[in-house]
């Protein structure tokens, strides 16, 4: 074959583009790796994410973020890459439509770790909607008021047959929890609205919970209110 002849050949089998099968391109960002077993993952509303995500410092919002999904036995076993050096903390939360933290269960300060691979293991979590609300918000809000052996007993393993179904004391003819109507329950609304004002404490003014904390507590009611 002539020399022109051959560089014609090769000039025809390099058109100049790189092909997904001959191209290793590098995963830039850190790999990590979760370990753990979670109850009540499946007991979320539409809207709601359990997830391994990383946050930078000051910020509620995701900046990566991954589903995590358990085996029947409740075991987690997945891995996130590409997590880049602003990520300042690594966490199992939930969050909402639109990627902001809404609980926390494990939290890792990885800013300086100096490894291009995070192990994780977070243990047994109870991660489940109505155990959030009763650790974030009755443990840390309601239970000085309303703890073991007081009226309305709020704390862990009494709140929710207090609650559920259960008609009002205080409100005749209403139901302290309603399944599927946030709006006709009680503890929905007291929080919500001023009718609770001229029972010596208004709930509406008193509490600071945030606006994620509100939402939370209506959308588990509307969806029936799941122990």
Known sequence: MSLLALLAVTASCDDGRLYADRLIIPEEGRVVKLTATLEGLDTW????????????????????????????????????SGVAEEVTTLEVCAINRIRKRVATYYELDCST????????????LDVGMFATIQQDIFDRTCTGCHGEGRWLDLSAGTSYQTLVGQPSTVFEGR????????????????LTTSESADLGTDHQTQ???????????????DDGAKE
Do not use: C, H, N
């Not at 809207?47 to 990383?54: D, E, K, Q, R, T």
């Not at 000051?58 to 973020?65: H, K, R």
């Not at 139901?175 to 007291?190: K, N």
């Open 207 to 221: 509490f600071t919970l945030s606006e994620e904390q509100f939402a939370l507590i209506g959308d588990w009611i």
């Open 45 to 80: 509303s539409d809207g709601y994410s359990i997830v391994l995500a990383g946050f930078e410092d000051g910020s509620d919002y995701t900046v990566i973020a991954k589903s995590v999904q358990a085996a029947d036995d409740g075991t987690v076993d997945i891995t996130m």
């Open 113 to 124: 770790l100096g490894d291009d691979t995070i192990r994780i293991d977070a243990g047994r």
């Open 175 to 190: 139901t302290r929890v309603l399944p599927g109507s946030a709006a006709e329950s009680v503890l929905y609304t007291i």
